[in-house]
């Protein structure tokens, strides 16, 4: 099993470009998240899936959206990205009331 | 609401010297509790957690963490500490009648030998 993977590892975009993460899971998991990690705020759940074409709201959802057409993918779009939205974003499937996540993909929008 | 506190940012000790790790709750209902470390580069990797039971619980690399209730702690241990050790240490409490974790801001912990 690969686990929880994660597409890119990195990019850079300017302000007001658009890009897609996608989070791939092989553990046939029906939950999955995203999160982003910023210095000193832990990690804070932007959207979050309870199965197949299902999306749901966490705490910081704004500039944001998310599509979970397949079980096994969790895709997280910035339609116009912005500054604010530097930032390392994890991926994360649950199982058993534990959660595995993927290494992450660093955004930074100048 | 949920929300999870480590109140120090940082925790220097010696190779050998027992560790401890803060982290305290609020949460309404039964919690579910969790402790990940992440090293750097890295994505976020399991410990422990608390979901009934005994209130000391064993986790991966030799941790351990303690669920008080009435102190609403959940402080993670470890006896004997390992440079290796030194990471970021988050928890996190689960809704159990949501779908959401909610993190600590983490702890760094260094391990100087």
């Known amino acids: 099993n690969a686990g929880v993977t994660q597409t890119p590892k990195f990019r850079v975009l300017k302000t007001g470009q658009s890009m897609t993460l996608l989070c791939a899971q092989d553990?046939?998991?029906?939950?999955m998240y995203w999160y982003r990690q910023d210095p000193g705020m832990g990690l804070r759940l932007i959207h979050y899936s309870v199965g197949e074409g299902t999306t749901a709201k966490g705490e910081v959802p704004d500039g944001y959206n998310v599509s979970r057409l397949k079980k096994q993918n969790f895709l997280l779009g910035l339609e116009s990205a912005a500054p604010s939205q530097t930032s390392v974003y994890f991926c994360a499937s649950r199982a058993d009331a534990k959660e595995y996540f993927g290494p992450g993909t660093r955004l930074t929008v100048t | 609401a949920q929300s999870v506190a480590q109140p120090e940012d940082q925790v220097n000790v010696a190779e050998g010297n027992p560790l401890t790790v803060k982290c305290t709750y609020s949460v309404s209902g039964n919690p579910y509790l969790f402790w990940y470390v992440q090293y750097p580069n890295r994505g976020l990797q399991f410990l422990l957690k608390?979901?009934?039971?005994?209130?000391l619980v064993k986790g991966s690399y030799g941790f351990e963490a303690e669920f008080n209730k009435s102190q609403t702690s959940f402080h993670l241990k470890k006896p004997s500490a390992l440079v290796s050790d030194s990471a970021l240490y988050f928890c996190?409490?689960?809704?159990?009648?949501?779908?959401?974790?909610?993190f600590g801001s983490g702890t760094k912990l260094n391990v100087k030998p």
């Open positions: 996190a409490v689960r809704d159990p009648n949501f779908n959401k974790f909610y």
């Open positions: 608390y979901i009934t039971g005994d209130n």
């Open positions: 553990m046939n998991h029906e939950y």
